[in-house]
């Protein structure tokens, strides 16, 4: 009983959590303040950076090393990692994850047990592998194969369900769990599966579920005018009930080098009053963990 009562009132706590943050942000807007807090190198070669979660205080990340760029029709060749690291960016641990022409990491998930990763080719309609790791042992499990490059993806717990992302964010993916965490649906083929992502504003790179069927992604557009391009990043808060955006957020912060914050891995949590930012944007020897506050307003 008494950890029936535990159970309870963690799940309780959690979903205040959830709702808190969410309430946060739906209160970001275009002219938001956000106060940098810190930059910190990170000390490791991380290639090209993918996605994000943290637990505790550790940082997860995925990235991909390219050792032969895709192109003429080929795949090309790589590596897909999973980086530990702590909040000095020293890294702590590692795996590789993939399997032969599927070696692209992309945007990652932790469901409070487990980080989820998908790991594809690199080129739209292609396939992929998605892989639930255990952040403690640092282990691998292969959850399911799918014939659809995915780009990202979350784990919603409270309907027990898979949500993914394809190559630009173009079409969302769903796969039904059971009760051991076994996906019942994935025999279906991605033109079953398929819904379309009705906003183009952005083009996710990583996702993070926040509870309640609520889901936050991160992303940038490139838009060209006259051999001019800008880079512009923002946040996207969708609701799985119906796979539509109910708040879109630009995130008008750029790297040193003129990358949008949000270019690939990101983290968001509730401090006091504000929303905390994590985010890599930089590759390789210049990724940097990028820290921010912002100051919302009632």
């Known amino acids: 009983m008494r950890y029936l009562l535990f159970a309870t009132l963690l ?15 739906k209160k970001l807007r275009y002219d938001t303040e956000w106060q940098q807090v810190a930059a ?7 290639y090209h950076p993918q996605g994000m979660v943290k637990i505790g205080e550790f940082f997860y990340m995925s990235s991909v090393e390219i050792i032969k760029r895709p192109g003429n029709g080929e795949p090309g060749e790589g590596v897909g990692h999973l980086f530990k690291m702590d909040s000095t960016g020293k890294l702590l641990a590692q795996i590789t994850l993939g399997e032969g022409t599927m070696y692209h990491p992309g945007g990652i998930d932790y469901d409070g047990k487990h980080i989820w990763v998908p790991v594809a080719e690199y ?28 780009g990202g993806i979350i784990h919603n717990t409270d309907a027990n369900t898979l949500f993914g992302v394809s190559w630009g964010s173009r079409n969302f993916y769903q796969w039904k769990l059971n009760t051991k965490g076994q996906t019942i649906n994935t025999n279906a083929s991605p033109e079953d599966l398929r819904i379309i992502n009705p906003s183009f504003y952005i083009d996710y790179q990583d996702c993070h579920y926040l509870g309640k069927d609520m889901v936050l992604c991160s992303g940038l557009q490139r838009y060209s005018n006259n051999n001019q391009t800008i880079r512009l990043g923002g946040f996207d808060l969708i609701s799985l009930k119906d796979y539509r955006p109910i708040h879109q957020t630009p995130i008008r912060l750029w790297s040193p080098t003129g990358l949008p914050m949000t270019s690939n891995p990101f983290w968001v949590e509730s401090i006091a009053e504000k929303i905390r930012a994590y985010f890599v944007p930089e590759d390789d020897k210049a990724s940097t963990l990028f820290i921010y506050d912002a100051i919302l307003k009632p």
Do not use: C, G, W
């Open 11 to 25: 799940l309780s706590h959690l979903l205040i959590q959830a709702q808190t943050l969410v309430d946060k942000i």
């Open 40 to 46: 910190i190198p990170l000390q490791f070669s991380t």
């Open 123 to 150: 080129r739209p309609n292609s396939q992929a592998i998605i892989y639930k790791i255990d952040p403690h042992m640092m282990q691998s499990n292969e959850v399911f194969r799918f014939k659809e490059h995915i």
